[in-house]
């Protein structure tokens, strides 16, 4: 699975939402579970996803999905 396909199924998880509802656009304004506790909850459930832990500065810079995605590959350095 793809660092995408892997992240999408981890914020529908976390915001109990059908996968196909997340894409590189879904962001915290257009997810009601997405406030400031919900991404706590996402960067737990990432940080155990992808075996990483994020920084303050990275946590603030998750705005959307696809800027999610973006840090993801870089720190892991894949694409997908």
């Known amino acids: 699975m793809s660092v ?3 992240l999408r199924a981890v914020v529908a998880q976390t915001f109990r ?3 196909e ?23 737990t459930a990432l940080e155990h996803e992808f075996s990483t832990e994020f920084a303050l500065e990275d946590i603030m810079l998750m ?14 350095g894949a694409q997908g």
């Open 4 to 6: 995408s396909e892997r």
């Open 17 to 19: 939402m059908p996968i």
């Open 21 to 43: 509802l997340v894409d590189d656009a879904t962001r915290p304004g257009a997810v009601a579970a997405w406030d400031s506790l919900g991404q706590m909850e996402l960067v």
């Open 63 to 76: 705005n959307s999905v696809g800027e999610i995605c973006s840090l993801l590959e870089r720190r892991n």
